[in-house]
T-cell receptor
Framework: GAVVSQHPSWVICKSGTSVKIECRSL??????MFWYRQFPKQSLMLMAT?????????EQGVEKDKFLINHASLTLSTLTVTSAHPEDSSFYIC??????????FGSGTQLSVL | DAKTTQPPSMDCAEGRAANLPCNHS???????VYWYRQIHSQGPQYIIH???NNETNEMASLIITEDRKSSTLILPHATLRDTAVYYC???????????FGKGNQVVVIP
């Protein structure tokens, strides 16, 4: 099946720094990728839809200047958390559509901001 | 996307079939029923999806009612590794977003 690779798996950073998370579709091309975040014991919340070659579409309440999304190629989307603060600590998950109707997910990135 | 309703939690006996219900009474004609599961601190794993007909794969079976207002995911022989949060989602799939509900915390008991 289709594989979505996400890196890093976990990252610890100081408050005020920026963190970049990569999402790659390994064996298929993805014109659209999705970014979710998940707080402990809660469900996944869609943050934004990333479209190759165009601007991302953000969900209501998600700050586009804080969560920068770049989808420069058909196999790579990146999420940069700018000027991270402790409240940004969360589990971030990307997903991409393979052939047909299936959506495949990366393994997630646990971000801890000190 | 149509809203789905699942029980918040359920226990299943190891080795027995696990039947996970889901209601999606407002599903539209072009929306699929998807099932994913998430084991703690991992990304969601695709299980199965269907539109109208019942589906079966190596992981599970999906039974969709004729009116498509509800469905049941069947894990034929539950194992301890099937303990996870199971999400039933109604959506168009492909390049369309999938919105997750609260899911069903399934615990397989020895």
């Amino acid at each position: 099946g289709a594989v979505v690779s996400q890196h890093p798996s976990w990252v610890i950073c100081k408050s005020g720094t920026s963190v970049k998370i990569e999402c790659r579709s390994l064996d298929f091309q993805a014109t659209t990728m999705f970014w979710y975040r998940q707080f402990p014991k809660q469900s996944l919340m869609l943050m934004a839809t990333s479209n190759e070659g165009s601007k991302a579409t953000y969900e209501q309440g998600v700050e586009k200047d804080k969560f920068l999304i770049n989808h420069a190629s058909l196999t790579l989307s990146t999420l940069t958390v700018t000027s991270a603060h402790p409240e940004d600590s969360s589990f971030y998950i990307c997903s991409a559509a393979g052939s047909g109707e299936k959506l495949f997910f990366g393994s997630g990135t646990q971000l801890s901001v000190l | 996307d149509a809203k789905t309703t699942q029980p918040p939690s359920m226990d299943c006996a190891e080795g027995r079939a696990a039947n996970l219900p889901c209601n999606h009474s407002t599903i539209s004609g072009n929306e699929y029923v998807y099932w994913y599961r998430q084991i703690h601190s991992q990304g969601p794993q695709y299980i199965i999806h269907g539109l109208k007909n019942n589906e079966t794969n190596e992981m599970a079976s999906l039974i969709i009612t004729e009116d498509r207002k509800s469905s049941t995911l069947i894990l034929p022989h539950a194992t301890l590794r099937d303990t996870a949060v199971y999400y039933c989602i109604a959506g168009k799939g492909g390049n369309n977003r999938l919105a997750f509900g609260k899911g069903n915390q399934v615990v397989v008991i020895p």
